[in-house]
């Protein structure tokens, strides 16, 4: 029985050795090797070297010289700590008027925008008639709160107030967009999306 107990210990201590030290550590150097800017969790430096985020993260841009990001559920939004959705489903009340779904009840949750006040406040900033069409992406939250990317429909509807704050040709905003659009992965996967920190960070650039 010792003799047993005794080669368990070793097993186990191979075993932890092998997947806990080796392993992660040629995983970790794999990585460094075929893709150091991913590895290294794809941060943003400014011209000065300053890390302003990671193009894997949304953050907050509220100014109309820059495109917004989708809103976000994550702590009070975008916090990389608390990443999550509002888990509100497709019949919540306040999910699209933020209200409480207790019918008792009709309070607006100030803290929380419903889809409606959402609709109101993108056709508002972004000079659309009053009954336009908005996209999806403007007006939900993503699964993570932290999403990066924006559809390319999204950010087309952005461009020309972007534009006008930034007294730029139009043209040149939509260049910027088509620039950093991704494409679908392998071509078939997800659909295309604009990175809202990149581009905003390369107007602001192209402005310096």
């Known amino acids: 029985m010792f003799k047993t107990i005794v080669q368990s210990i070793r097993a186990t201590l191979v075993l932890a050795i092998i997947t806990g030290i080796f392993f992660p550590l040629f995983i970790t150097a794999l990585a460094q090797l075929i893709a150091p800017h991913r590895a290294n969790g794809s941060l943003v430096k400014d011209k000065n070297g300053t890390i302003i985020g ?61 889809v409606k006040q959402l609709a109101e406040n993108y056709r508002k900033e972004n000079g659309l008639a009053p009954d336009s069409l908005v996209p999806v992406d403007a007006v939900t939250r993503s699964a993570s709160g932290l999403d990066p990317e924006i559809s390319v429909e999204n950010a087309k509807l952005q461009a020309e107030r972007v534009a006008k704050a930034r007294s730029i040709p139009l043209d040149k905003i939509i260049e910027a967009v088509n620039k950093h659009t991704a494409r679908r992965q392998f071509g078939i996967l997800g659909e295309p999306g604009v990175n809202v920190l990149l581009v905003n960070m390369y107007l602001d650039q192209k402005k310096d």
């Open 54 to 114: 990671s193009a894997l993260l949304a953050q907050q841009f509220t100014k109309p010289i820059y495109f917004h990001p989708r809103p976000s559920a994550a702590g009070n939004g975008y916090a990389g700590e608390a990443s999550s959705g509002s888990n509100l489903g497709p019949t919540s009340k306040k999910l699209f008027e933020g209200q409480p779904d207790d019918p008792k009840t009709t309070t607006v949750d100030e803290s929380f925008q419903g």
